[in-house]
C-alpha cells in the first residue's frame, strides 16, 4: 500500500507556476505560465486582446528559465503592442461597442440608480461612485448578455426541436461558445458589445451542437436553415474578435 501510495504521489501533477507581470510600453502584462507535457519548447503568445501574456512552458523547465525568456523577449511583446491597439478601459468617456454601436461611457452623479442607455444620443449613463463604475457597467453588460442569449438560444432550441439545460457566461479568449454532451451551453459575456446577427448566429451555432456535436455537414445545414446570416457573422468574428477582446474587463 505505501509503495502504491508513493507511486501515485510520484504521478500527480506538479503545482501550478505562478504568474509573474511585464512591463513593457508603459504598461504592466500579466504573464501566465502554462505547463504543456508534449510541448518541445518554451513559446510566447499575446492572449488574445493583448491585455496579457500566455507562456507555454514544458515538462522540466523551471519557473526561473520561463520568466527569463519573457524578459528577453521584450522587443517581440513591444512589436505585438503596437499592432494591436489600445486597450478599451470601462471608464467616463470612453467609447464601448454595445451591440455593435460605440456608445460613450457616461458617469451620472447620482449614488443610487440603474445603468441606462440613450440609443439616440449613443450613451451609456451609469450612476453611484466612479470608483465603482467598471463593477456596475460590467454587471450592467453581463446582465444584457445573459437575458439576449437566453432569447436566442430559447428561438434556435424551438426551431431545432431541441432544448437546453442552463446557460452559463464566461470570459474565454479561445472561443465565443460551447455546448456540452449534457446539453449545458455556455457564452462569452463580450458577444453583448458585437452586433445582434453575430450574437444571434453564435447561438444559432451552438444549439444546433445539441443535434449534432461536431462540424459535419448535417450540422451546418441545420445552422444555415435557420441562420442565413452565418458566413457574414464569421467573418466579422475573425476581422472584429480581437478588438472585442481588448475592453479590458
Not at 451609456?124 to 438560444?153: D, N, T, Y
Request: positive net charge; contains cysteine.
Amino acid at each position: 500500500m505505501i509503495r502504491l501510495l508513493a507511486s501515485l504521489q510520484g504521478k500527480a501533477a506538479p503545482p501550478p507556476l505562478e504568474p509573474s507581470s511585464l512591463h513593457v510600453g508603459g504598461e504592466m502584462l500579466r504573464v501566465v505560465f502554462r505547463r504543456h507535457a508534449t510541448a518541445r519548447r518554451l513559446v510566447l503568445r499575446l492572449e488574445p486582446g493583448g491585455s496579457g501574456l500566455v507562456v507555454t512552458v514544458p515538462k522540466g523547465v523551471s519557473r526561473a528559465r520561463a520568466l527569463d525568456f519573457v524578459e528577453r523577449s521584450g522587443a517581440w511583446v513591444a512589436n505585438q503592442l503596437r499592432g494591436r491597439g489600445q486597450l478599451i478601459h470601462l471608464l467616463p468617456g470612453q467609447r464601448l461597442a454595445l451591440r455593435g454601436i460605440d456608445h460613450e461611457i457616461r458617469h451620472v452623479a447620482s449614488r443610487r440608480g440603474l445603468v441606462t442607455t440613450d440609443p439616440l444620443q449613443r450613451l451609456i449613463h451609469v450612476p453611484g461612485e466612479v470608483p465603482h463604475l467598471k463593477r456596475r457597467l460590467l454587471a450592467f453588460l453581463k446582465a444584457e448578455a445573459r437575458a439576449e442569449l437566453i432569447r436566442a438560444s430559447s428561438k434556435y432550441a424551438g426551431l431545432m426541436g431541441v432544448s437546453f439545460r442552463k446557460i452559463t457566461l464566461r470570459d474565454q479568449k479561445s472561443r465565443w461558445g460551447s455546448c456540452s454532451p449534457s446539453g449545458e451551453l455556455s457564452y462569452s459575456w463580450r458577444l453583448i458589445l458585437t452586433p445582434d446577427f453575430v450574437l444571434d448566429y453564435v447561438a444559432a451555432h451552438e444549439v444546433a451542437h445539441l443535434r449534432h456535436l461536431n462540424h459535419g455537414p448535417r450540422f451546418w445545414r441545420l445552422v444555415l436553415s435557420h441562420c442565413p446570416q452565418a458566413a457574414e457573422a464569421r467573418d466579422w468574428l475573425r476581422a472584429n474578435g480581437q478588438q472585442v477582446h481588448r475592453v479590458v474587463a
